[in-house]
């Protein structure tokens, strides 16, 4: 069953793809194009009702949320490809753990300065450098316990790859490629270490190679 | 073992309290009074280095962040007390969509009104009526999708309670206890019996008997 990706190739469909890539499950992309709305149409709405990518179907099961997608299918392919729930509950545990420090402190200053400025330049809305400056400090010092974190062990969890880590592939990109902020990374020799090592992961690399974020020309 | 829950009893903890009720474990609460500041104490940030809580320590393991802390239990004694992630792997995908969007959509509109309602008046800071304005607002759109989905199934990730139901607890309590918003639930009617049944579950009265969110007076 190949399983089909409701997305734009950008930040949080990216996340559920190098999952799949990881768990080597085949998969097609639908695209929906977010710059003409197409994540309001009433078609798509019926499938993810707050209008928003990615979304997956997979057979007559449709899932959406990016990090529930990886869950989902980390658990059901649990011995397919890459691990990435841990061996054991107790890993699991503080992979959870470090998914939540992701999606709860990490991704709001990052997702403020890719709004601030990359969309605001592409889409001329104004940017607000107060909101810059304040999410990049904020930014920094989530970046700083994950260095204090990634000196004790090799990734995020512990001393194994997983979703913890995985979900940080799109914005640790965009602090680099785009958004002028690769110092935030190089600064810190272990978070520099960790994005070299995750970074380089043939399943980013064949992410990246689908595409990347497009703004309107 | 008894798990030590480190926490005020508010929001987050309550959440985890909830949760470790359901699952029949024995716990002990470690007060943290966060307005004495004592969340950002050295040796607390040694067990969470946000300065954050919930955090818990059973035996040797220590592990923080609410929503991480509930799927490490209900897992780890799947057949003990409540089932809360669902029967299969299906079910639990939707757990975990639903759990994602009490986390990214629900909580954070709800959580400025607290700020602006509850803690402005009682810490004394200068609420913003346009803040309160626009978190009802978002928290409306929300809420209206939930009553759809609510219209189709008894609970959130379909006929069974679970994490995603569980994890509103805490935040439904202020609409209709102390935010002045209980109309925001009872206006939808599916909503309404869904809080008439989750906010009626023993452990539920059970947590909010160990003590409400008391402010400083």
Redesign the interface.
């Known amino acids: 069953m190949v399983v089909k990706v409701y997305g734009s190739v950008d930040a949080s469909p990216q996340r559920v793809l190098a999952c799949l890539v990881e768990k080597e499950i085949d998969f097609e992309i639908i695209p929906i194009d977010l710059f003409k709305g197409e994540h309001k149409d009433p078609e798509f709405l019926k499938l993810q009702?707050?209008g928003q990518v990615p979304v997956i179907q997979d057979g007559d099961?449709t899932?959406?949320?990016s990090?529930?997608?990886m869950?989902?299918y980390a658990?059901?392919f649990k011995s397919q490809g890459t691990e990435l729930l841990g061996k054991t509950?107790?890993e699991?545990?503080?992979v959870?753990?470090w998914?939540?420090?992701e999606?709860?402190?990490f991704h709001p200053p990052v997702y403020k300065l890719v709004v601030h400025i990359l969309l605001a330049s592409a889409l001329g809305f104004p940017s607000d450098p107060k909101i810059i400056q304040e999410s990049e400090a904020k930014l920094g010092k989530?970046l700083d316990?994950y260095e204090?974190?990634l000196s004790k062990s090799k990734y995020l969890a512990g001393d194994f790859f997983s979703l913890a880590d995985l979900s940080h592939l799109p914005f640790n990109q965009h602090l680099v490629a785009d958004l002028g902020k690769e110092h935030m990374i190089r600064d810190r020799k272990h978070v520099s270490a960790w994005w070299d090592d995750i970074g380089n992961r043939p399943s980013w690399k064949k992410v990246l190679q689908l595409g990347v974020f497009e703004l309107p020309k």
Chains 1, 2 share one sequence.
Request: no cysteine; glycine share 4%.
């Open positions: 009702p707050f099961y899932l959406y949320e990090r529930a997608i869950r989902y658990e059901k509950i107790e699991r545990g503080l959870e753990q998914l939540e420090v999606a709860q402190r989530v316990i204090e974190r």
